[in-house]
């Protein structure tokens, strides 16, 4: 067995019990948690025990990756369809939050998979009409939409929608940042920071007891849905906004188990409530000369429905889902064009400022990783896990490798921060003991030693019949002493004929005989300043997987160390591509289960 591995095997031995016992923990938890008037929401919960529920038939029946990932999608779907009595938007949940998402190697038949989430939906929301009743979760008041003149009101307010969204995501950040300075300072049990928590929210609902979790019921009163009810005015609904996102925050930092989807909705129908209210103030009490009178605003309900939606999609980026989670609710088609303006400039506004930050935060701190536990620690943490070198060559750089995974650099590290404050939108990961065995196996155990190279001074015609002939994707350029000098692609390759043949116009250009040195990304030539990435020996399959997801490549050339020399590279040793690992994790497993040595 790969030396490493045999923790995650015994801690494999009991995977799926564990599996149902925390996630029947949890259950208790978020019962707890929302029993308390914490202000976290069930719909997380419900969504995370529909996929658990999922997970373990999958487990049971030993389905394949891709099955799994459709089990999961139907318990997601039917998480959200009972939560809010709306099959259609659980439908969509699936398809944005699980299947997008997921790798291309893992999607599985879109066809029986979307049969498979519907089903699920229509199912959950009939057994929870059965027991709650067939109303919605909240009641919604009549929408007006009054004339197109008011859309560029509703546009602002999903502008507004996104920036409160971030400030959300923010604070969350700062409060888990904080309580784990606070363990670390004071030495507090982490066990005893969910009561804290509580306490926390307690004492701010004293002042504003609208934030505690009272099922909708505080969000039918923004909305002004049930008879003698008014909304508070919008000074204390500025207000409230302000302690609802304290007190989630506090809530999900301190440990307490809940969603984001009810504060969300709590959040945008407070904000878009007193929006509403701001606007039609202003509008009747303008001056004559803007002649404002002939603008008819619709009132702050409309608002606040707008408001939430955009809100869901700014906080938890599913627009899709929000958009018809609203419409379903309504029933109305008058809300779709202000509901689909409103949620799409939120949930821009939200993913491009969290890229922003991601970017500065990734040009500060290097790709790193965990390494095989077993080796010596200390050794390990003055070696670097990748070799970054800068690319020159003008033609291409070793992105174009291969072909690219769906999720950009951008979306990895976006989804990372969804994940922290609302897991029930991760539900795509791998399985837990996969996870585990490619922390464990070091790429040593997984590379292959067996790839196409070719000398730098070796044509583009001989190097295209040895890839061929092999079936590779790519040929490694190595010099005399078997150094990586750069990686030649049909990317490249066909690159570099059509500049070739631009700049020779009607010239005859034999690009067959030009020498791979002129035509592949290579460490040293002139250019754009890309990068080439290679991976060393000692990393982890988990690192490695990683690396590839967040720069779309398709494999990694594995090489040495120079040395005692850091983040110099030294000989090529081998070649990692994703068949690799999986192959490698696969066989490790096989070699559990059958007790293999």
């Known amino acids: ?137 909240f009641t919604i008041p009549l929408f007006e939409f009054r004339s197109p003149a008011e859309l560029p009101l509703y546009l602002q307010l999903g502008i507004l929608s996104g920036l409160v969204s971030v400030v959300l995501s923010k604070t969350t950040a700062i409060a888990v940042t904080a309580s784990n300075a606070l363990l670390e300072i004071t030495g507090v049990r982490a066990a005893l920071l969910p009561s804290l928590g509580g306490i926390s929210v307690g004492l701010i609902a004293l002042a504003y007891p609208e934030v505690l979790y009272w099922g909708f019921e505080n969000v039918d009163i923004l909305l002004e849905s049930k008879p003698f009810q008014n909304a508070p005015p919008a000074d204390l609904l500025i207000q409230l906004v302000g302690a609802k996102i304290v007190a989630t925050s506090l809530s999900r930092a301190s440990g307490l188990v809940g969603g984001y989807y009810a504060p969300s909705l ?210 490694l350029v190595v010099d005399s002493d078997n150094y990586l000098k750069g990686i030649l692609t049909l990317g490249d390759i066909q690159r570099y004929g059509k500049m070739a043949k631009a700049r020779a116009s009607n010239k005859l250009v034999e690009v067959g005989k030009v020498p791979v040195s002129e035509v592949c990304t290579s460490w040293n030539g002139g250019g754009k300043g890309l990068e080439l990435l290679t991976v060393f020996p000692h990393s982890n399959l988990k690192a490695a997987r990683r690396l590839m997801a967040v720069f779309g490549l398709r494999q990694l050339p594995v090489v040495a160390e120079a040395g005692s020399q850091v983040n110099q590279m030294g000989p090529l040793v081998g070649l990692l591509d994703r068949e690799c690992i999986n192959l490698a994790c696969r066989a490790e497993a096989t070699k559990w289960i059958v007790d293999l040595p």
């Not at 878009?272 to 009178?293: E, I, Q, W």
């Open 1 to 137: 067995m790969v030396a490493g591995a045999a923790p995650c095997s015994k801690m494999a031995t009991g995977c799926f019990d564990t599996s149902l016992w925390r996630s029947f923990l949890k259950t208790v938890a978020a019962t707890v948690t929302l029993g308390t008037g914490n202000s976290l929401g069930p719909e997380g919960p419900s969504v995370e025990i529909g996929s658990s529920i999922a997970q373990g038939i999958g487990k049971i029946l030993q389905c394949s990756k891709g099955t799994r990932l459709s089990l999961i999608a139907t318990g997601s779907a039917a998480g959200i369809s009972s939560g809010f009595n709306a099959p259609v938007a659980g439908c969509f949940f699936a398809v944005e939050s699980v299947l997008w998402p997921s790798s291309a190697d893992l999607s599985p038949s879109l066809t029986n998979t979307t049969s498979m989430v519907i089903l699920s939906a229509v199912i959950a929301s009939v057994i929870s009409q059965a027991g709650l009743g067939s109303d919605p979760a």
């Open 266 to 475: 709590f959040i945008g129908a407070a904000l878009g409530s007193a929006y509403g209210k701001l606007a039609n103030y202003a509008v009747t009490h303008a001056d004559p000369l803007f002649h404002l009178d002939a603008l008819e605003v619709a009132p702050p309900q409309a608002y606040a429905l707008v408001g939430m939606a955009a809100t869901l999609a700014g906080v938890c980026q599913v627009p899709l889902t929000s958009v018809l989670l609203l419409f379903e609710l309504t029933q109305d088609y008058r809300i779709i064009i202000p509901l689909m303006g409103a949620v799409g400039f939120s949930s821009w506004i939200s993913s491009a400022l969290t890229r922003k930050k991601n970017e500065k935060l990734d040009d500060k701190k290097p790709i790193s990783s965990n390494v095989n536990k077993r080796e010596n620690k200390k050794s390990l943490e003055e070696k670097p896990l990748f070799g970054f070198h800068q690319s020159k060559n003008c033609q291409s750089s070793s992105l174009d490798l291969v072909e690219s995974l769906p999720m950009s650099k951008e979306t990895v590290l976006h989804r990372k921060n969804l994940c922290q404050h609302e897991s029930s939108l991760c539900m795509d990961s791998s399985n837990f003991e996969e996870e585990q065995l490619e922390e464990m196996i070091p790429v040593a155990a997984a590379m292959r030693t067996r790839y196409v190279t070719v000398f730098q001074h070796t044509s583009v015609q001989d190097a295209m019949a040895l890839m061929l002939a092999e079936k590779e994707w790519c040929a």
